[in-house]
């Protein structure tokens, strides 16, 4: 599909602001948006004008291929503000590049880099004033396509809108976390959309998320499809172990989304001096590892949550405590990795962008 670049954006400012009505001391997390959006669209072959504009609703033919053949995808991005109110987006490239890979593998036209990257610098500007200061605070973004050509022939649309939606956040999580290992359902499997930020991946995890909240767990730790023997990803976050003193994380593949804090946090461990071993985990090395002691950390990352530790797991009706330690792993590398995207704390990464 084509994906011919445009030049300008058009930009209609909200005459009234929400900003006033927000607790920005009590967020929960995801349900509070900014005052813009930004929308683009894809028809007759090309991306058009790409246009900021009030947040508000939009319609939809009912025949609309996203809600019949589910091509929709999605990006988690974050922006913050240091102490000289200047903005700052990490490691922005990465997300872009994954968004269009995802598009690729949905059989969606890729997004025009000018319009996602300066369409989301311009938006930013204009919301600016909704990311707060100080550690912790952040502006999530959002970024998605979905498929909007109608009718219910099953074949790709040919018709698509990119946007880009902005929500002021604190933490993704909160309280302790408790995760069952799974021995049925899986994220995804080898040849399927694992690898993509489809949203029905997160759709798929519902079902088993549910049945383990209802025994007392918060998240799933997936297995892979074929054995359910390999430890793959913790509720919809990359997933790391310690074990003795070494770090271990599965590699990524068709099955496990390539997570851009989890390679970030590889990086920045590798750094630290941290052991770190990228490699298939298996279920049976977690148990023995519980059992004879070696097991210190369990925690899982991604954008939203940044690094979420876990308490403990349970494995075939088995419940693992996890031992509580001072300055964990997980600690340390979100202590230095939110103060970096923070700007309090040097990046030898190049990591932080400027807006």
């Known amino acids: 599909m084509s994906t011919s670049q445009t030049t300008t954006i ?82 922005p490239d990465e997300n872009y590049k994954r968004f269009n890979a995802s ?50 022939v099953a074949n790709p649309s040919s018709e698509y809108k990119f946007m880009i939606i902005l929500s002021p956040a604190k933490a993704y999580y909160s309280g302790e976390v408790k995760v069952l290992i799974a021995e049925h359902y899986s994220r995804a499997a080898n040849g399927g959309i ?11 995890q519902f079902y088993p998320t549910t049945l383990a909240n209802k025994e007392g767990f918060q998240q799933v730790i997936w297995t892979d499809d074929a054995t359910h023997t390999k430890l793959e990803e913790a509720g919809t976050m990359n997933v790391f172990f310690r074990i003795n003193d070494t770090l271990l994380t599965a590699p990524v593949s068709e099955r496990i989304l390539d997570g851009i804090t989890r390679k970030s946090l590889i990086e920045l461990a590798k750094k630290e001096g941290i052991n770190v071993e990228v490699r298939p985990v298996l279920v049976s090395e977690l148990v023995e590892a519980s059992n004879n002691g070696t097991l210190k950390e369990i925690f899982g ?30 600690e340390q590398l979100k202590s230095k990795l939110t103060k970096m995207q923070h700007k309090l704390e040097a990046d030898p990464f190049g990591w932080t962008v400027k807006i």
């Open 10 to 91: 058009d930009i209609t400012k909200a005459t009234t602001s929400k900003i006033n009505d927000v607790d920005f001391d009590n967020l929960s997390f995801g349900s509070v948006f900014t005052d813009h959006l930004l929308e683009c669209d894809f028809k007759n072959g090309a991306w058009q004008q790409p246009v900021i504009k009030p947040y508000q609703p939009f319609l939809l033919d009912p025949s609309a291929k996203v809600f019949h053949y589910g091509q929709a995808i999605f990006e988690g991005m974050k922006a913050y503000k240091d102490d000289n109110n200047d903005l700052w987006l990490f490691r």
């Open 194 to 204: 694992g690898a993509a930020k489809a949203a029905g991946n997160y759709a798929a």
């Open 301 to 330: 990352a991604g954008t939203a949550a940044v690094v979420n530790p876990i308490v403990g797991y349970s494995y075939k009706d088995k419940y693992y405590e996890l031992p509580k330690i001072e300055n964990s792993y997980a």
């Open 103 to 152: 598009a690729v593998r949905m059989a969606m036209p890729e997004v025009p880099e000018e319009v996602f990257m300066n369409g989301l610098n311009e938006l930013l500007k204009i919301d600016e004033a909704w990311v707060k200061k100080g550690l912790g605070n952040t502006m999530y973004i959002r970024p998605f396509m979905i498929a909007t050509g109608d009718g219910v």
